[in-house]
């Protein structure tokens, strides 16, 4: 995939400890070059907007770019008449990188791990806490760091570009005129991006001859759906009381990743996390350490009407 191509491009090689080097020997700095690199391969594999939006490239934290909203016009021209001159309509946006973090505190036998071995065994953790809160505040604004109005979902209800599931004759009919939203800003639907949840309602659709309309009667989960991609957001990540599916042209959606990620690592702290008995954790009491990874992303959106939403039935 391009995005993925291009965020390997951009991720900062670092140095890093020799496998045989204990954990305990490195406390600070930054992930391993290979285990850095697989730590962002599973947030890109798994983030549904890393997916499926554009990837900005990002040197600072925050970058202003312009880009193109509406191209030149051509003008009828008779013999020896002046053509005339027309402007393109660039505007400029701006997208700032915000800093994203994890505490996974871990017990001491993590400690016999080597460096390489221990973030094999961590780096899912980090992946789906960096991704679900990525996606979450992306996609529907909720927890967002970013400016008031950026996220898809709020693009949307500023479109008014939503309909109510089974508001039409059937599913196909739903997803149809969903993309006839986005068409009529003069936009490209370019896919669908859902929870695994709905994947049975797509099995589900049928025709008039009860045959499967997106799936064929051997397949577990429709990959297309009116000729687009499909893209399952982990169910941790979406807001079901807002939206079923989302589509969109998602090249009015941008993200970049300012730098790799950092981390550190601390026996000695303590976390304010309330445990079931009802206090924070002291990691010297327990005999356990924390790793704490951070990272920097950045995320906009360019237009209201790039974006349509399938809402909930909200029929009492």
Known sequence: MKNKQLLKANIKQFDFNPDNVLLMDAKTGTIPTEQGTLVL?????????????TYENMTKPKKEFTYLADGPGAYWVGEAERIQTSKAEWLKASMEAKKLGVIIPVSKEF????????????????AEAFYTKFDQAALFGNGSPYTAGTSVWERITASGNTIEIGSTPNLYTDLNGLVALVEDGDHDANGFTTTRRFRQKLRGAVDG????????????????????????????????SKAELITGDWKYARYGILQGIEYAISEDATLTTITADGGPVNLFERDMFALRATMHIGFMTLKDDAFAALTPDVTP
């Not at 391969?41 to 939006?53: E, G, K, L, R």
């Not at 400690?111 to 980090?126: A, Q």
């Not at 799936?215 to 687009?228: I, R």
């Open 111 to 126: 400690l016999r791990y080597s460096v390489s071995d221990f973030f094999n065994e961590v780096k899912p953790m980090i």
């Open 209 to 240: 001859q009860n045959k499967p309309i997106f799936n064929d009667t051997t397949a577990g989960a429709a990959n297309q759906v009116l000729g687009m991609p499909v893209g399952y957001v982990d169910g941790k990540a979406w807001d079901y």
């Open 41 to 53: 391969t599973d947030f890109m594999q798994n983030s549904v907007v890393a997916q499926i939006a």
